[in-house]
């Protein structure tokens, strides 16, 4: 059974035919993610099949990701702790003929919004997507005003949703973690309601006035420090990796009306000392916990930089699966293509994290053995006997996508494994074809490379 059949086990789109379809779609998508829809297809026949299940009324893009959803909460269970990571991002078909687009941050752009709720372990390996909300905005009307529900809603809801999933997760503790758009009060009293069920821990965006008169950060820069923490910052558009020393000062305003969170700590990033020209590293960070020590607030600081996970998915949405580029005549047939590049992008990034925190994990349990094999094959390797390494079998595939692998280079990132599974999915489907033809013996004669290789 192959990974899509394993997380597309649940299933139920109504018939048996159209799970079959899905199960089929996804595999061909996640083969060539970088390709479009008739690209990623084995012919016309499947190519006018997928346009046909992306253009069903029958279900929706809900019920296409429901039973990952079902496997990333099994997932999140074997994890002490998981942090979920919601973001919103913009997708932008510009130019394209497609139903339903509303306007973007620019109004004359056409595109919609994508908000996923990503989870997460401290130690980056992300279970799955948790839930994701898809919309596009209204125009304005002649006054000026743009109806529908208020997007900040999707907090609220995201937490309400975490909270939910907390009650079923008794042995993991689940942490809502949020940039600084989510610096919304109502939420968080929201969450106060419900008796915190899941932590939250958001970045501030307002500088609030205290029930003492007092401004916020002006309170927590008069606070006594808790001590010093140094991390490294991770190379970003225009930015190259650096360390970031830095103090940390909590500050807990316990008192106010009603509304506003009773408790609420604030680790404090100020401005460390950094290089001319570069932007000083300042982070104010709001969560429901009690901090106290030194390792209670650098273990906050660390949380919120996984959220750089949700970054990366965005990353291989756009530019691995280049959702973008995506030609369907309305926006439900969109949604139905996101919720399974959303499957698609969340493997990639696991593949990456889980090579570089289990490398010795067995490859068999990621990867079909024509898969492992054909990473071999392609990097003019002998074929082992036995199932190898993950972190093995990772390293020659991100080789196909150019990945050097050289003493300095680190671990292969997302970018070049996406890159590096097309073309290993290709000799892996001429190895697959090959044993089929010759009646499934266990040995066997296949052409690769411009040479006879026997694979065994």
């Not at 018939?15 to 060539?32: G, K, P, Y």
Request: hydrophobic share 40%; aromatic share 8%; glycine share 8%.
């Amino acid at each position: 059974m192959g990974w899509a059949a394993e997380e597309f086990d649940t299933i139920n789109l109504g018939d048996a035919r159209r799970d079959r379809r899905a199960i089929q779609l996804i595999e061909r998508l996640a083969d060539q993610p970088t390709a479009s829809i008739p690209g990623a297809g084995n012919g016309w026949a499947e190519t006018q099949a997928a346009y046909r299940f992306l253009g069903s009324d029958a279900y929706d893009w809900q019920d296409i990701l429901a039973p990952h959803r079902q496997c990333t909460q099994a997932r999140m269970a074997t994890h002490p702790v998981v942090l979920c990571l919601p973001d919103t991002t913009e997708l932008d078909f510009n130019g394209q003929a497609i139903t339903g687009l509303g306007p973007l941050s620019y109004e004359a752009q056409r595109g919609m919004s994508l908000h996923p709720t990503y989870a997460v372990t401290p130690e980056r390996e992300p279970p799955g997507v948790l839930d994701a909300w898809m919309w596009a905005r209204e125009f304005k009307d002649a006054d000026g005003q743009r109806g529908g529900a208020p997007e900040s809603l999707r907090w609220k809801e995201g937490y309400e949703r975490v909270a939910e999933l907390a009650a079923t997760l008794p042995d993991t503790r689940l942490v809502y973690v949020g940039d600084r758009e989510a610096d919304i009060v109502e939420w968080m009293a929201g969450a106060r309601d419900l008796g915190t069920p899941a932590d939250w821990l958001v970045r501030a965006q307002h500088n609030r006035v205290l029930p003492e008169g007092q401004r916020l950060w002006e309170t927590v820069l008069a606070s006594a420090p808790l001590g010093e923490v140094r991390f490294t910052l991770p190379a970003g558009r225009r930015r190259r990796a650096r360390g970031a020393p830095g103090t940390l000062r909590p500050a807990r305003p316990d008192r106010g009306p009603p509304g506003r969170p009773r408790r609420c700590h604030l680790p404090h990033r100020p401005r460390a000392r950094c290089p001319d020209g570069v932007k000083p590293v300042e982070w104010r960070l709001l969560t429901n916990r009690l901090v106290e020590t030194l390792d209670a607030a650098a273990e906050l600081i660390d949380w919120y930089r996984a959220r750089w996970e949700i970054e990366m998915l965005f990353l291989v949405l756009k530019e691995g699966c280049r959702v973008e580029a995506l030609q369907l005549s309305t926006v439900e047939r969109l949604e139905r293509a996101l919720a399974l590049f959303l499957i698609v992008s969340w493997r990639i990034a696991r593949l990456m994290r889980l090579g570089r925190t289990l490398p010795d994990f067995d490859a068999s349990l990621l990867f079909a053995r024509e898969e492992w094999e054909a990473a071999y094959l392609l990097a003019k390797q002998p074929v082992p006997t036995q199932p190898p390494r993950l972190n093995a079998v990772l390293r020659l595939i991100a080789r196909q996508g150019g990945f050097l692998g050289r003493k300095g280079d680190g671990e292969p990132g997302v970018k070049t494994i996406w890159l590096g599974l097309q073309r290993v999915r290709d000799v892996a489907m001429g190895i697959q074809y090959a044993r089929e033809a010759d009646g499934g013996h266990s040995t066997r004669s296949s052409v690769c490379l411009g040479r006879t290789l026997r694979v065994v």
